[in-house]
C-alpha cells in the first residue's frame, strides 16, 4: 500500500493541515446530517482521524470505525483521538483498503462515509460498489466531494487556470479521480 501516492503527501505539516481544515469546514460537512439511525458508522479513508473526532463530538451514539489506506495516518489518527481524549470504546482504527474483497467486513455497519477521498482513487464507482457490501440491508453512502473540473472564475484569469489544470493532471497521473 505504501506505493499509492497522495497529492497532499504524509508529512506532520499535512496531518496538521487535515486536522485544521476538518474543524474549519465541519459546519460545512455535518450541519443537516441526520445519523440518528445510524449506530456503526465505517468512515472510508478516515486519514488522521480529524473527521472522526468532528463525529464522535456531534453524534454521542455513533460508534466509528475508521478505514485508512495508509499506516501512518492510522497510527497519527489513533494518537490524535488519545490526545483528545476520545472514548475508545466508541471508535476503532482499520489499516485496509477499502477497495479490497479480503476485507472482512460484510454487513457490519449502518452507514459509510467519505469525506474528499473518491477524488484520490482511480475508480470511485468499483469502490462504492465494494464498499456496498459492508453494508446493513438499508444501509446509506453519505458522500462529501470536491469536483475539480467544476472550478470557474470569472473574469478568467490565465495563470491560475493553467495552474488548476496542471493539478488535475497531476492527480490523474497518480490515479486520482479530480
Known sequence: MADRKYIHGYSPEEQKRLVDQAGTLAEFVFDGWDFARVNHLLEVGSGVGAETHL???????????????????????????????????????????????DLELE????????????????NPLELLKNVQRFL?????IYIVEVFHDSFRLS????????????????QSSIQGNA
Do not use: C, M
Not at 136 to 140: A, H, I, N, S, Y
Not at 155 to 170: G, Q, S, V
Open 55 to 101: 463525529l464522535l463530538n456531534r453524534f454521542p451514539h455513533l460508534h466509528i470505525t475508521g478505514l485508512e489506506i495508509e499506516e501512518v495516518q492510522v497510527n497519527k489518527a489513533r494518537g490524535l483521538l488519545a490526545d483528545l481524549g476520545a472514548d475508545t470504546s466508541r471508535y476503532e482504527f482499520i489499516h485496509g483498503d477499502a477497495s479490497s474483497s
Open 107 to 122: 454487513n457490519k455497519y449502518d452507514a459509510a462515509l467519505f469525506v474528499w477521498v473518491l477524488e484520490h482513487v482511480p
Open 136 to 140: 446493513r440491508p438499508g444501509g446509506r
Open 155 to 170: 473574469p478568467t484569469h490565465r495563470i491560475i487556470e493553467t495552474f488548476w489544470k496542471k493539478t488535475i493532471d497531476f
